[in-house]
């Protein structure tokens, strides 16, 4: 039986950035900046497709520091600028087509993502909430058994964004 999209618990993040929210915005926006920060510490982002935008779709390789690469996929599901992305983001093949995450078989292959920008004087109080849709008892508990590595991972890209921002002044 699958969890319920409305009693699973969800995975939230917030990070405060010394940057106005349009040039946080532009961050999750444009291919140049995603492939500077995006993804874990160590990996080579490429952006294969960007269209940010309803129906849209973000499709990126990452070269792992062991020389594999991963891909991921984000399906925009709504944009509202400069305040709210929502996306399902996935594992990919190279062409796009949604699949298991290398590291687990019980990995959710789909995540429901939003994000928020908030302008707090000046600087841009950024919250991301994911929730896995369309999963078992057995993903959903991986999920969430992850939620701490998730912060670890979270926190390290942030840090990059955080790098990318104060470049960008």
């Known amino acids: 039986m699958a969890a319920s999209e409305t ?3 969800e995975f939230t993040v917030t990070r405060t950035f010394n940057a106005p929210r349009d040039a946080v915005w532009k961050a999750w926006t444009e ?3 995603l492939e500077e920060w995006w993804g874990p510490k160590g990996c080579a982002i490429e952006v294969e497709q960007l269209d940010v935008s309803p129906g ?6 990452m070269g792992m520091p062991d020389g594999s690469k991963w891909w991921g996929i984000f399906h925009y599901v709504e944009v509202v600028k400069p305040q709210r992305i929502v996306f399902v983001n996935s594992f ?3 062409s796009g087509d949604i699949v298991r995450a290398p590291f687990s078989d019980n990995w959710p292959k789909e995540i429901r993502n939003v ?5 707090e004087g000046g600087k841009t109080r950024l919250e991301l909430r994911g929730r896995p849709i369309n999963v078992s008892a057995e993903e959903q508990a991986m999920f969430e058994s992850m939620f701490g590595s998730m912060q670890q991972g979270f926190g390290g890209t942030f840090d990059q ?9």
């Open 161 to 169: 964004l955080d790098d990318y921002l104060a470049t960008q002044k």
């Open 56 to 61: 849209g779709i973000f499709h990126y390789s």
């Open 7 to 9: 009693t699973a618990q």
């Open 31 to 33: 291919r140049e900046a």
């Open 92 to 94: 990919s093949n190279e």
């Open 115 to 119: 994000v928020t920008f908030h302008e």
